[in-house]
């Protein structure tokens, strides 16, 4: 990690040192202003996202994340709002590079999901996405709907730090039950003969996951293992910003029942009730561009 704080320092002071040069250029008439003005502009940017960058300054910011979605009440409306929330972020991940990977999902009743779990995989996930812990709203003409009225929707959000190679975390096989049982998702005929998938239940937390994504049983314990762990190491990292002291919690601490954001699509309005951050560019955020109201947040506490 420090290695690549010091060359994203490098990469900006390079650009600071280019657009000195390139000043130097302008004063001497060898250059034309628009010429300095885009260096000027990517210079900003660099420091602007450097600067960004050193708001994810934990050990958690820098891992990979499971994120979870659940549809709230509200039955079709509210499971085809959480199809659309996992392809968001789904989108969100591909765009930025990162490997997305479906852990688990239950199929609504007539369309979208009742929940999904994703592994998103590549440096710093955890750390864009942990503020998208909470409840995400939708107001639309709901197309379920004979009448054409306005519905309103909710689905929670909750990511998790995925843990690696470098975080240890011991789990006493005497507080664990396992169960197995049919996948119910996609992965052909096979996957639903067998009883590959598993749900794993960690008896002193309570805290239950499942994994069907696999066919093998075995790969889909170890998988069900690993979101596990990273469930119990979040449970120890909120005990550790519960005992910080009131200011520093509130800059970290994860509001997990809060309405963190609206989306309401025949007003065309994107807004996050937290940083006030706001856009009227209600199918650019649905196709997963919503660094803007990532970094919004992030630099709240800043």
């Known amino acids: 990690m420090n290695k690549n704080w010091v060359q994203n320092y490098q990469k900006v002071a390079a650009t600071v040192d280019d657009t000195e040069v390139l000043l130097e250029f302008f004063r001497e008439a060898e250059v034309e202003e628009s010429e300095l003005e885009k260096q000027f502009d990517s210079c900003e940017n660099s420091i602007a996202e450097l600067e960004f960058k050193s708001t994810l300054d934990t050990k958690?910011?820098?891992?990979?994340?499971?994120?979870e979605i659940n549809a709230g009440a509200g039955?079709?409306?509210s499971c085809d709002w959480s199809e659309m929330l996992l392809r968001m972020y789904t989108m969100w991940a591909e765009k930025s590079g990162y490997k997305v990977r479906l852990l688990n999902e239950v199929?609504?009743?007539?369309?979208?999901?009742k929940s999904a779990e994703i592994e998103i995989v590549g440096d710093y996930t955890y750390g864009y996405l942990k503020g998208e812990n909470g409840v995400h709203r939708l107001v639309r003409i709901s197309p379920f709907n004979a009448q054409g009225k306005r519905q309103t929707s909710f689905a929670s959000v909750f990511v998790h730090p995925l843990i690696d190679d470098t975080i240890e975390v011991v789990v006493n096989p005497a507080d664990i039950e396992w169960d197995t049982f049919r996948a119910s998702g996609a992965g052909g005929q096979h996957v639903n003969k067998t009883e590959s998938a598993v749900r794993v239940r960690h008896l002193p937390s309570g805290v239950v996951v499942e994994c069907q994504q696999e066919r093998s049983q075995h790969l889909n314990r170890e998988k069900a293992m690993t979101m596990l762990k990273s469930r119990l190491y979040e449970i120890e990292l909120q005990k550790q910003y519960a005992e910080r002291d009131s200011v520093e919690a509130g800059k970290t601490k994860i509001e997990w029942g809060a309405q963190i954001?609206?989306?309401?699509l025949d007003d065309r309005r994107v807004k996050d009730h937290r940083s006030n951050h706001q856009t009227n560019k209600t199918d650019a955020v649905l196709n997963g561009e919503i660094d803007a109201f990532l970094k919004a947040f992030l630099m709240m506490g800043k």
Not at 60 to 67: F, P, R, T, V
Request: aromatic share 4%.
């Open 60 to 67: 958690e910011d820098a891992l990979s994340c499971l994120l």
């Open 75 to 77: 039955g079709t409306e």
């Open 107 to 113: 199929r609504g009743d007539v369309a979208g999901i």
């Open 261 to 264: 954001r609206s989306y309401v």
